[in-house]
């Protein structure tokens, strides 16, 4: 029985109006210019705004569901809190804590818009969830990369490197099923052990590190050493700069959220990785063979990434990758 909830076409096209500008706001304060004071006024007018179409559309709903209802009241609340914020001498620190309530506020509200099964806003896309600039995950996301590539290459045989991959699979599997029995241990795990790398939206789904390692073991099983290696660096160096760049330049849209600038730094980047470690680890290849090569998963690569809306790009380019690799290297 399909238990979709049934709204009228002017509400759900005011509720997925709402949900758009309430994320372009929320990506827009994570940088505030506090001493633009045009800026600042702006804000404040828009956030007003933005308060009383959130309470209208739960007075829309009538109370129900009651768990979106909820939502959307405590979202209302903290765009008034943050409205209050920028009208009384605003500082960057509780400018940080309150963006950092804005944002759980509206990924709780897209995890409630599915979870209750509202048409027309049940299918939200990956797209919708907010990606803040987060220097801290960039650089561990590197440092993992590069730490896995070496350690396979370096040190640990396939079966070693399969069993320590299987292993941390079942730890993070565990947490996961364990993190949805207990919102308490949830919001412990989110806040305070990956609270510096981790995203909004992983409160409320799951993490991304944990397709990674899915993604990790799918290539260790399925292809040879070189094209594993090589994977797992272009995902390591090529999606942290196409991220930085998207959100610095990445002004032209050239589809759903993702820009131009991003998908070119990933091209780039994705091809100088793989031409360094082709003629690193493959010094047999003469130069019209690795330009191909890299050419060649460098725009796989980069159409995969451009296309992970509804796939963890964690999992999806990293197979992608690693299987156009085993058909050429």
């Known amino acids: 029985m399909d238990s979709t909830i049934a709204i009228n076409s002017a509400i759900r096209e005011e509720m997925m109006s709402l949900i758009t500008d309430l994320r372009s706001f929320v990506n827009q304060i994570q940088r505030p210019r506090l001493r633009d004071m045009l800026w600042v006024r702006g804000a404040r007018q828009y956030c007003l705004e933005l308060e009383q179409r959130a309470l209208k559309a739960r007075k829309s709903l009538k109370g ?25 001498h605003p500082n960057t620190k509780r400018m940080r804590m309150m963006y950092a309530s804005l944002a759980q506020g509206y990924e ?25 600039t987060n220097y801290s995950r960039n650089i561990f996301h590197a440092l993992m990369g ?93 999606d942290p700069i196409a991220s930085i760049s998207g959100k610095r330049w990445g002004h032209r849209k050239l589809y759903r959220d993702k820009s131009w600038a991003g998908t070119a730094a990933f091209a780039v980047t994705a091809f100088a990785t793989t031409a360094l470690y082709l003629r690193l680890a493959v010094p047999a290849f003469t130069p019209p063979i690795w330009i191909t090569i890299s050419a060649v998963v460098a725009a796989a690569g980069a159409i995969t990434e451009l296309l992970s809306s509804y796939i963890d790009d964690n999992f999806s380019i990293p197979v992608m990758c690693a299987f156009v690799a085993s058909l050429l290297i």
Not at 64 to 88: G, I, M, T, Y
Not at 109 to 125: D, E, H, K, P, Y
């Open 64 to 88: 129900k569901p009651q768990e979106f209802s909820a939502s959307l009241e405590r979202l209302a609340v903290n765009l008034r809190a943050f409205s209050r914020e920028l009208s009384e």
């Open 108 to 132: 709780e509200m897209l995890a409630q818009a599915r979870q209750t099964r509202i048409a027309g806003c049940q299918r939200l896309s990956r797209a919708m969830h907010l990606k803040p």
């Open 146 to 238: 590069v730490g896995a590539a070496s350690l396979y290459h370096f040190a640990l045989s396939r079966s070693q490197a399969m069993a320590i991959l299987l292993s941390l699979f079942g730890l993070f599997a565990l947490l996961e099923v364990t993190r949805r029995l207990s919102k308490r241990w949830n919001n412990f795990l989110v806040d305070n052990v990956f609270g510096i790398i981790a995203r909004p939206f992983e409160r409320h789904r799951t993490n991304s590190a944990t397709y990674y390692l899915l993604a990790l073991i799918t290539i260790l099983f399925l292809f040879p050493q070189p094209a594993v290696e090589l994977a797992v660096l272009v995902l390591a160096f090529a």
